[in-house]
């Protein structure tokens, strides 16, 4: 379930990265700030998705 995790994480980052590296193209209503806060927002959002994992697996 770690390996999905982390390989769903990898792939996810990829494509992120090119969505906010193409933000003016792909996000044109968007100002700067709301760019970063969207940015802060997967941060976060992958820190989940690697760390719930992880909790489950400590519990056993």
Do not use: E
Not at 25 to 31: E, N, R, V
Not at 34 to 40: H, K, P, S, T, Y
């Amino acid at each position: 379930m770690v390996k999905l995790g982390v390989w769903g994480s990898a792939v996810g980052l990829f494509i992120d990265m090119i969505s906010l590296w193409n933000h003016s193209i792909i996000f044109p209503a968007l100002s700067k700030g709301q760019i970063i806060a969207f940015a802060i927002w997967l941060v976060c959002a992958y820190a989940m998705y690697l760390l719930i994992p992880l909790m489950f697996l400590h519990k056993k």
